[in-house]
């Protein structure tokens, strides 16, 4: 790993052991010339618009490098280390040497540089920058702070986690596809003796019966409003597991088939039925089916995985 740029984050204002204008001075004459020796560019938060606190957290995940001043235990520096410690990605601590008692747990078992502002401490904090470059080029995914080591050590368990979640999601799809099948199905079953234009000029030459038309509508009205598409309607819209393109295309068939049967309920007392409205309902029966097996076998690859 190639360190490109260093971001410093220490007190702007006055704190308990120094001045606003000694901590620009520190910067301006110990930090900054120390991380230009290995002509890497070196700053701290400006910001001429907008909201400082926003530029901040883009420096603190964007730099390759945070170099962190915890002398005083400054609160804001603190939160923007941790910050950084939650990207995943190489910080150094640095803390004046008469200030370095009572470091606060969080940190106090990993490597802090103790720093005096001296021309022999320029010296020592040059070899320090040194040896810390040197190490994240070597080994880029060496952790070096609590949040980094968890995630790194509890990788696993978060996959586990999200894996079980995904799977259960899955089953609650199935769950909803099955649903949908066993009403298309009975839908069809309870129209079969029921006479049903092939269209509307069909209609207008063989209206059906009036008992006809009623049983029609009452089946309709069992079917329409009852076709479920919240889970199906979830996965499209996050993805949260991958498919073959080819499977996309049987859900996307069956989403909009759900659609239609959303709309078709809105619309009932104004809709007409024809012929091609029960084909597509009993064509669908075979697509739904296609698609558990799909899901089943996605169920399947997450589970061996």
């Known amino acids: 790993m190639e360190i490109k740029d260093c971001f410093i984050i220490m007190p702007f204002s006055k704190t308990k052991s120094h001045s606003e ?30 909201s400082i606190t926003k530029d901040i957290i883009e420096k603190l995940f964007s730099a390759s490098m945070v170099f962190a001043d915890i002398t005083d235990f400054n609160p804001n520096v603190m939160y923007e280390l941790g910050v950084r410690h939650s990207f995943k ?39 320090h920058i040194n040896e810390v470059i040197r190490d994240i080029e070597q080994y880029p995914n060496k952790s ?14 978060i996959d586990y986690c ?42 207008t030459r063989n209206k059906p019966s009036e008992e006809d038309e009623q049983e029609l509508q009452m089946r309709m009205e069992e079917f329409y ?10 996965l499209k819209i996050t993805r949260y597991v991958s498919f073959p393109q080819e499977d996309w295309y049987v859900l996307d068939d069956i989403d909009k088939f759900f659609r239609w049967c959303n709309c078709f309920s809105n619309n009932l007392a104004a809709a007409s039925f024809y012929e091609c409205e029960k084909q597509r309902i009993d064509e669908i029966r075979e697509i739904i089916q296609k698609c558990i097996l799909i899901i089943d076998r996605r169920i399947s690859e997450l589970e061996a995985d």
């Not at 000694?22 to 907008?50: D, M, Q």
């Not at 803390?95 to 022999?120: A, C, G, L, Q």
């Not at 076709?227 to 199906?232: E, F, V």
């Open 21 to 50: 204008e000694e901590w620009t001075e520190l910067y301006e004459e110990f930090f900054k010339p120390a991380w230009n020796e290995f002509n890497i560019l070196c700053h701290r938060a400006e910001v001429s618009r907008g």
């Open 89 to 127: 990605k190489p910080s150094s601590i640095v803390i004046e040497s008469r200030k370095s008692r009572d470091i606060p747990f969080d940190v106090r078992d990993y490597n802090i540089f103790k720093y005096t502002y001296s021309v022999p401490g320029l010296r020592k904090l040059k070899n």
């Open 144 to 157: 070096d702070n609590p949040v980094w080591d968890f995630l790194s050590a509890g990788g696993f368990i």
């Open 225 to 234: 409003p009852v076709i479920r598409n919240d889970a199906l309607t979830h």
């Open 162 to 203: 999200r894996k079980t979640e995904d799977i259960q999601r899955l089953r609650a799809l199935k769950e909803e596809l099955e649903f949908n099948l066993d009403r298309c199905s009975d839908f069809v079953n309870k129209i079969s003796s029921i006479k049903i234009s092939k269209n509307f000029q069909d209609w």
